[in-house]
Each structure stands twice: as C-alpha cells, then as structure tokens.
C-alpha cells in the first residue's frame, strides 16, 4: 500500500537540469522527513538532500549550491531540482522517507523507499 512514486530522470548535458518529483501516498506525508540519496555504479548510497517538516533543509557538500530539495504537502509530492548538473552527478535517484531520523544521511534510518529514477549527465 506504501508507494513513493519518482519521475523526472533521463539523459542531460553537463551544466543542464533537471526535477526529479517523488509522490507518496500509504502514510501520512506531512509526519514524516523526506530524503534524497543517490547511487552510482560500483558505488555506495550517498545522501543527497533532506527535508524535515519545517522549513529548514540539508545538502550534501557536492550538491549544495546546485539542488534544491522542497515539498508540496498539498500534493503529498516532493521535488529534487537539480542545476548545472555534472558527469559525476550521474546515479540512480533514490526517495526516501523517515520518522524522527537521528542522523539524516544515513540510509539505514529511512522507512519507506522510491524504486529509484536514473540520472544521467553525459560527458
């Protein structure tokens, strides 16, 4: 019953962008953070952005600056916007929630998962 839904992904040249969308439905959205992670072949799961229920967000080094992470409780949706994208920004895009995280980039900590969007920045 548990569903997070991602869509926005596909093939895009360096310095281009891209909004990934993530919609949720199976729990109650507005209780719950909401995370980004990505992963790259032969690579481990990195955290990418966060979002709890305030207005406060979180980025990962290589990523702050260049992705905005928002949600529309409205629409029980979240978003990814991804800008000036690089060849190293290349991975599987992953949509995660959790309840009451103690440490926001760890995967471990998330309850419910997207099935994952590909990402690709050519060159």
């Known amino acids: 019953q548990v569903q997070l839904v991602e869509s926005g992904g596909g093939l895009v040249p360096s310095g281009g962008s891209l909004r990934l969308s993530c919609a949720v439905s199976?729990?109650?959205?507005?209780?719950?953070?909401m995370a980004w992670f990505r992963q790259a072949p032969g690579k481990e799961r990195e955290f990418v952005a966060y979002?709890?229920?305030?207005?406060?967000?979180y980025y990962a080094d290589s990523v702050k600056g260049r992705f905005t992470i928002s949600r529309d409780n409205a629409k029980n949706t979240v978003y990814l916007r991804m800008n000036s994208l690089k060849a190293e920004d290349t991975a599987v895009y992953y949509c995660?929630?959790?309840?009451?995280?103690?440490?926001?980039?760890?995967?471990?900590?998330?309850?419910?998962w997207g099935q994952g969007t590909q990402v690709t920045v050519s060159s």
């Open positions: 199976g729990f109650v959205f507005s209780s719950y953070d």
């Open positions: 979002i709890p229920r305030s207005i406060l967000t």
């Open positions: 995660a929630a959790a309840r009451g995280p103690t440490v926001i980039r760890n995967p471990h900590e998330y309850d419910y």
